[in-house]
């Protein structure tokens, strides 16, 4: 069995500023357009958290620490 572990980087475009970044599919923060789940970058889930705090409302929780990262292959 090998020791070495692959690693895959997947890249989309953030579903508000559409700047491409790379995330974890499984784990990158997400919101539903048109049925189809768009990942969102890691700036504009830190916006959207405090736009939440400020408007009193409840915080979207912390993804995994992973969620801008790249995946392990085996997770493929
Ligand atoms: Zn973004």
């Not at 912390?62 to 990262?69: G, L, N």
Request: proline residues 14%; negative net charge.
């Amino acid at each position: 069995m090998s020791d070495r572990q692959g690693w895959v980087t997947v890249y989309g475009p953030c579903v508000l500023c559409r700047q491409m970044f790379a995330f974890h599919p499984h784990h990158v923060p997400s919101t539903p357009v048109n049925g189809v789940r768009e990942p969102m970058c890691e700036s504009c889930f830190r916006r959207v958290q405090a736009a939440q705090r400020a408007q009193g409302i409840p915080v979207t929780p912390e993804p995994p620490p992973d969620a801008w990262d790249s995946m392990p292959e085996s997770e493929l």
